[in-house]
């Protein structure tokens, strides 16, 4: 990929880009942006800082094991996934496997998931560690003895992703309880739990009893600067340009969510190619807004619609959905009524008080409609949130697409535009 880039920068120098260099390029793209994958290459991941000193941190120690949690989408699985090339060890002496457990997975099938990805030499034999167990229970104190089998030198990093999945009780109290024995016996393996919630303790049962055996360590959702970074890099790396503007309306519809600032970077690096042009510009934007609304992902976008369905024309339901997603929150997401009124009163052009739209507030929490947003606090002092991260951008995009929000509304609303975060 590298060797192309360079090409065509070269290419660029000369303004001797042929018709089957832009199509390579358009293509590239589709390397550089990765909306539906997480990230596998340390080159490829930008940010992260805080997260990665802090399970470094844990690494060092021996017996340490992290949970990482946070809202869907915010790059969980990348960052355990790249960690192994930035872990204080050689990665060639790491032996990462990654398992995710799926709909009715138990202790023992996350397990045997594991041990497959296990292997052993007896002589000149590969064997497989799930060999030994098929058909039979795995207890923790069974992980505990084979990980102590295994050679010393490769240090296993195995991540349990997807851990929201498992529902059942009984094997969160199991995986407590092995992670504790692990990091009681100073087990030369290292696990990571990922997995969407809000806590830890959501996330799982019994966690208590690990006390300092395992760091949380939560995923907040992305800065500005990170999601600059994720686009500008990649642009840059193309020989491609952005202009500024361009740059901050992807900030202002990404939300901090790294899916759509590649889904975004992505289709206006390819609109940008479609006109021949090395410099993404709005208008390229504008392409990329359309062409990601329609890729989105199915259950958001009938999210939106039956959030927002109506029989009368006049009804304001997109609108107070506009306002709850450019709502000021807070850490975890969360607004209130107050806020949504003055995002509302600036998208309708008049004044709008909570009353005016508190029975749209509460359908978007009824079930009825999809429950698209969730409520919490007492009678005085509710807030909102969006209950799936992914629709917040995705809201933003379909109002910009319908004209409900307008280039007015997204330079009053959108992050205080400093110059210092890029150099261009
Ligand atoms: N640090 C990063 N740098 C660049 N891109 C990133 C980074 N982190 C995540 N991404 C991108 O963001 C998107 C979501 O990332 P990822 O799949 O890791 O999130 P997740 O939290 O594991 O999501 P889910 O909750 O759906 O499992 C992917 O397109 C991924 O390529
Ligand atoms: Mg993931």
Redesign the pocket.
């Known amino acids: 990929m590298a060797s192309l880039f360079d090409s065509l920068r070269s290419a660029r120098a000369t303004g001797s880009l042929t018709e089957e260099d832009w199509l390579a390029l358009r293509a590239d793209a589709e390397q550089l942006f990765?909306?539906?994958?997480?990230?596998k290459e340390q080159d490829?991941?930008?940010?992260?800082k805080e997260q990665i000193a802090r399970l470094s941190q844990r690494i060092r120690l021996a017996g340490s094991h992290a949970v990482i949690y946070?809202?869907?989408?915010?790059?969980?699985?990348?960052?355990v996934?790249v960690f192994r090339y930035v872990a204080d060890r050689s990665p060639n002496n790491v032996n990462y496997i990654r398992v995710a457990v799926t709909d009715g997975d138990n202790f023992r099938e996350i397990m045997f998931k594991i041990f497959k990805r296990l292997v052993y030499l007896e002589g000149d034999k590969r064997i497989r560690l799930a060999d030994a167990y098929e058909g039979k229970d795995i207890s923790p104190d069974d992980v505990l003895l084979e990980i102590g089998n295994l050679v010393s030198s490769a240090t296993p990093i195995i991540v349990i992703?997807?851990f929201d999945v498992l529902k059942d009780e009984k094997s969160k109290r199991l995986i407590s309880n092995m992670i504790k024995l692990l990091s009681d016996e100073g087990a030369n393996a290292t696990f990571f739990i990922?997995g969407?919630s809000e806590t830890v303790s959501d996330l799982l049962k019994g966690h208590e009893s690990i006390g300092r055996a395992m760091a949380e360590v939560e995923?907040p959702r992305?800065s500005d600067q990170?999601i600059i970074d994720?686009i500008w890099n990649r642009l840059v790396r193309a020989g491609m340009q952005v202009n500024t503007d361009a740059l901050w309306d992807c900030v202002f519809i990404s939300k901090g969510?790294?899916?759509y600032?590649?889904l975004l970077g992505l289709h206006a690096m390819q609109a940008a190619c479609d006109r021949q042009s090395l410099r993404v510009e709005m208008k390229d934007i504008q392409v990329a807004t359309v062409r990601a609304l329609a890729e989105a992902n199915q259950t958001i976008k009938e999210g939106f619609q039956n959030a927002t369905f109506s029989e009368r024309e006049d009804n304001i339901f997109k609108h107070v959905l506009a306002a709850c997603a450019l709502a000021q929150k807070d850490n975890l997401g969360k607004f209130n009524a107050k806020s949504v009124a003055a995002r509302l009163s600036e998208i309708m052009g008049e004044k709008y008080d909570v009353p005016a739209f508190s029975y749209h507030l509460n359908e978007f929490c009824d079930p009825s409609r999809g429950s698209i947003l969730e409520k919490s606090g007492d009678r005085r002092k509710f807030s909102f949130r969006f209950k799936k991260a992914l629709m917040e951008p995705y809201v933003i995009l379909e109002c910009m697409n319908r004209g409900i929000i307008t280039k007015k509304h997204v330079l009053a609303f959108s992050p205080k535009r400093q110059s210092d975060l890029f150099s261009n």
């Open positions: 990765t909306p539906g994958t997480a990230i490829l991941f930008d940010g992260r946070g809202e869907r989408g915010v790059g969980k699985s990348s960052l996934n992703d997807e990922v969407v995923m992305m990170e994720i969510l790294p899916h600032a590649h």
